[in-house]
């Protein structure tokens, strides 16, 4: 049986990332549903739709666990996902508890950088409203991050100036940590670090994710049985065009150099 993995586009391959790093001998399906990308433009409703015909295809593929390696899917539909479906459901959430502990102690605030939707979304505020006392959680959506990614786009001299005029309003030398709350974002993380003041962490919830399943898996005696092998889907579509898996390829070893 596989693991599957699933997000909108290739932001979940950050998270397939640490997966495979903890659990190597596991078989894995992993579906972006570019046909509906971007999802934290879209209005929660119409996105349970589209996540629930995604996981509609998964489980006619022998799958084990479902990994939502995608924020904003997590917070429009876990709940919803977990009531509906027998298997295991792990979702991904804005790191916002390590990185309130961490700048408490240095006296800065935290930054979170997620989709719209995310910081929108109640799931969110709960978490912030639990943790954060002392109200030093700031969040800022970078939508174009995505569009970036979703073109291979990775030019340091296009993110910059991007970054730069997203962080205009903010004193960027009050916070002492950087949340990636988008899986997209991790892509990122170098060329993030750079635009913050020196010893400013940069942390994502990537790690916490694989170490969650593999917990579940061995709970239920489901761990191993694969051999690393990984299937691609685009919105319910096999990927077999070899540029497209060369780029896959590509994106998983550059992982290797950032995370
Ligand atoms: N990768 C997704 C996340 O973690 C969002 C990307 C999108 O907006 O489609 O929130």
Do not use: W
Not at 40 to 47: F, N, S, W, Y
Not at 64 to 86: G, H
Not at 87 to 96: D, W
Not at 141 to 161: G, K, M, S
């Amino acid at each position: 049986m596989k693991i599957a993995v699933f997000d909108s586009g290739i932001g979940g391959m950050t998270v397939l990332h640490q997966i495979i790093k903890l659990l190597p001998n596991e078989d894995y399906i992993y579906y972006a549903d570019t046909t509906h990308l971007p999802y934290g433009e879209k209005p929660k409703e119409i996105l349970k739709k589209y996540i629930f015909q995604a996981v509609d295809f998964l489980i006619d593929h022998d799958i084990k666990a479902l990994v939502v390696a995608c924020n904003t899917a997590t917070s429009a539909a876990i709940e919803d996902l977990r009531m509906s479906y027998s298997f295991p459901i792990i979702g991904i959430e804005p790191a916002v508890k390590p990185a309130v502990l961490e700048s408490e102690t240095e006296n800065k605030k935290v930054l979170v950088l997620a989709t719209r939707l995310t910081l929108k979304e109640e799931k969110y505020h709960h978490l912030v409203n639990r943790i954060d006392k002392n109200d030093i959680v700031d969040g800022l959506p970078l939508p174009e991050l995505i569009t970036f990614a979703e073109a291979f786009n990775f030019q340091e001299e296009q993110i910059v100036p991007y970054l730069e005029e997203q962080l205009k309003p903010f004193d960027l030398s009050q916070y002492g940590t950087v949340v990636l709350g988008c899986t997209h974002f991790p892509f990122f993380k170098d060329i993030i670090e750079k635009s913050f003041p020196k010893g400013t962490s940069i942390i994502d919830g990537s790690m916490g994710t694989a170490m969650n399943l593999k917990r579940t898996l061995e709970k239920r005696h489901q761990i191993g049985g694969g051999t690393g092998l990984i299937t691609f889907y685009k919105s319910g579509e096999k990927v077999e065009d070899k540029d497209t898996l060369r780029h896959y390829d590509g994106l998983l070893k550059k992982l290797d150099c950032l995370l």
